[in-house]
């Protein structure tokens, strides 16, 4: 049983607040956001800026990054350094023994990560997500709700696979490259860009 500060206090944040409450495990002391000018009290934990975080370091804290936004997460992750950061699996999900959830990381209800697949730190398998066998994914990463990762997808740092799509085998997606709503994809994508449709096509760039 860890104490844990949460970082961020949007939407995102409240989902990941309520499976760590299920998980069970670990507890939450406070939540840090810039949108809290000065620290105050709310029942059992505490509301504070962001800005303020060094003060809360110690050794005996975990730390969790609820921003929905991945390149906030893993700016985030990169300003607070050296610190420890909890694996929130909720008690829903399947996750397989031959998997690996690395630290920072979500399982949200009902999602299924199958063996010898990879969860980087900082990623999210939000709502019903199926993240198929030997799937490695890199930090800060997303797939959204209801999204399907196939077996052998290899997906690059701060990837957002969009809700409901679905990526073929053993593909390659580019960092930072981001998937539709609804899509189907089927080749490789290239880092920073942005693909939507059945089958999934770049979006032309203005
Ligand atoms: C718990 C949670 O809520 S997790 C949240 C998960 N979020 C998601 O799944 C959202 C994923 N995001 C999307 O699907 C977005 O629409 C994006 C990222 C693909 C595109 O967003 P933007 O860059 O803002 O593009 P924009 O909305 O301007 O659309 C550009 C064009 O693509 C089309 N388009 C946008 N999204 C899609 C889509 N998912 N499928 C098909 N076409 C699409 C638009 O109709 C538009 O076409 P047009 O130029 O012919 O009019």
Redesign the pocket.
Known sequence: MADVIIVGDG??SK?VRECLEQQGVDTIIGVLDNKYTSYEKLGAQFRAPFDDFEQYKKDTVLWFIAI?DNRARAGVAAKLGDVAYATIIHPTAIVSKAATIEPGSVIMPLAVVQPDSVIGAHTII??GAIVEHDVIISEAA?V??RATVTGGVKIGAGV?V??S?VVNPGLDLGAYS??????VVVGDTEAGM?Y??VPARK?DIV
């Open positions: 939407g995102h989902v929905g939000n709502t997303h959204s709700p957002h969009g809700a799509a981001v998937i539709g709503a609804g899509a942005t939507v449709g979006l």
